[in-house]
């Protein structure tokens, strides 16, 4: 027994040195960041609604800290099993996303969540982390390539998720997965004519989805808002013209952590989420904004360096799809609170409040790090 605890010490260091600290530090530091943002534009609305301040912190901190388990767990097991049970999981997120039509939630026109006694559960969050691990195996164990016919079969194996997520609706999460395999197949090596009739299969597929009425009219006016943003200010562009206007507002350096007209008067509908960022340009001004934007940049780098490094095609093509989820999200997020990108009503990663969101940002992280830890065993 001795000689065998003796054996596992130095390859126990050896794991350690291997874990990338950047990530994991960077990761850290994001989400206790996000936490402090989520209380700095709910404290206000909350007290003059006469409900303790506390009530979102309280919640995104409890996020964060299930988040955290789910990150070092999926860090600690090998990579590799995700492959063994990539259909599982896909099974398994297909039953979430039906249960959503028969048991689900409805907020705001939509039908997302899947109430479990206390905790509120959404689905689509994790479906792109799961067509993550499903595209990954797929293009894996076809070395070669994909010829025509596995081209075929993984996208209907992948559209069905994301019709489900789209029809909810829930357009972002949409949105996020069909970047995210358009970007590993890519990376697993599709032939550039194959590249091209995909690209034009999205394009005749988002023409279908809009002309046959499986977008809703909101959310279509949503995604064209910002190519006119001074028209139907009090409908459509409502959300948008406030975030500008908050960023604006704070200038650079800010109106300080917990001030801000715009925040605290909650001039911003559910800033908290969709429009958290609005929240960082107020308060925290240019300097803090960018500083937020570089911490995501440099999570975004760490898990592409991972995702370069990497032989084994399964361990690459799972650090490319988190490192997609991850990098699209940021910039989307940002990109429409500042009105130069379409609002799709994705969650800027770590920060905007949100359980399912956050947990699988950080199962995204946990199972890049498994990779940078197991991928030479």
């Not at 697993?188 to 394009?203: C, E, M, Y």
């Not at 605290?264 to 107020?282: H, K, M, R, W």
């Not at 925290?284 to 760490?302: D, S």
């Amino acid at each position: 027994m001795s000689n065998l605890l003796s054996a596992r010490r130095p390859a126990d260091r050896l794991l350690a040195l291997r874990l990338d600290y950047g990530l994991i530090v960077t990761t850290l530091i994001v989400a206790v960041a996000g936490v402090i943002l989520v209380y700095s534009a709910t404290r206000s609305k909350l007290v003059m609604a006469g409900i303790s301040p506390h009530y979102f912190l309280d919640r995104q901190a409890a996020f964060v800290a299930v988040g955290a388990v789910v990150m070092v767990v999926l860090a600690a097991l090998d990579y590799r099993w995700l492959e063994q049970a990539a259909w599982v999981l896909y099974v398994g997120i297909i039953l979430g996303l039906l249960a959503v039509f028969v048991i689900g939630s409805s907020s705001n026109g939509a039908t997302r969540w899947i109430q479990i006694g206390p905790v509120q559960l959404q689905p689509s969050a994790f479906g792109t982390v799961v067509l993550v691990v499903v595209v990954a195996t797929f293009c894996a164990r076809r070395p070669e390539g994909l010829d025509r016919r596995d081209l075929i079969r993984l996208l209907a194996l992948i559209a069905l998720p994301i019709l489900l997520v789209v029809k909810q609706p829930d357009l972002g999460s949409g949105i996020v997965m069909a970047v995210v395999l358009v970007v590993m197949l890519v990376v697993s090596g599709i032939a550039n004519r194959h590249l091209l009739a995909l690209l034009l299969a999205t394009a005749v597929g988002g023409f279908l989805v809009v002309h046959l009425g499986i977008l809703k009219s909101y959310e279509i006016q949503r995604i064209t808002s910002f190519l006119h943003p001074n028209s139907g200010l009090q409908t459509t562009t409502y959300n948008l013209h406030e975030s500008v206007a908050a960023i604006g507002s704070g200038g650079f350096w800010g109106s300080g952590l917990f001030h801000g007209p715009q925040t605290n008067l909650s001039y911003v509908p559910e800033q908290q989420t969709d429009f958290i960022f609005s929240a960082v340009g107020e308060q925290l001004g240019f300097v803090g904004a960018a500083t937020l934007l570089v911490l995501l940049g440099i999570l975004a780098w760490r898990m592409l360096r991972v995702a370069q490094s990497t032989r084994d095609p399964f361990g690459r093509l799972v650090a490319t799809g988190c490192f997609t989820l991850i990098a699209f999200s940021a910039f989307e997020n940002a990109g429409m609170s500042m009105g130069i990108m379409p609002v799709a009503g994705i969650p800027l990663p770590f920060i905007s409040y949100g359980g399912s969101a956050t947990v699988a940002f950080f199962a995204a992280v946990g199972m890049v790090l498994s990779v940078e830890l197991h991928r030479q065993r």
